[in-house]
């Protein structure tokens, strides 16, 4: 009895031994297949909200229109027209209509949960 017991937890140390071979066999063998790049990078969009004139604000909007990626847009976010980052969001947008667009809120903002 002894014996048969042994021999069947012999076969399963095997068995295991034997699984844990062939993990590590596929795992190197897929480590080493190298990944294909990318044809391109996916779109972004980066959602820059506006509050009010900053310090340089018009030289700061710009700048998002020379970033080093391919396909991206900057949607610049205002409260109401009457913001007066308005109307210099809405000028660069239409003289960079392809990379800057200007989104009035159309919402109350949601006021912070406090803990």
Known sequence: MTN???CGLLILAG???CLVAIQ???????LRVLPRAPQRRPS????KP????DDALEENLESF????????????????TQDPAY?????????????L????????????RSS
Request: charged fraction near 20%.
């Open 87 to 99: 109307p210099i969001a809405h000028r660069l947008a239409d003289l960079h209509p392809a990379r």
């Open 15 to 17: 068995l295991g031994t």
């Open 24 to 30: 590590t066999w596929l795992l190197v063998r897929h």
């Open 44 to 47: 972004m969009s980066i959602l």
């Open 50 to 53: 506006l509050c009010g004139i």
């Open 101 to 112: 667009r200007v989104e009035v809120q159309r919402a109350e903002p949601t006021p912070p």
């Open 65 to 80: 229109t020379a970033l080093a990626y391919d396909d991206y847009e900057v949607l610049l976010g205002v409260s109401s």
């Open 4 to 6: 048969a017991i042994a």
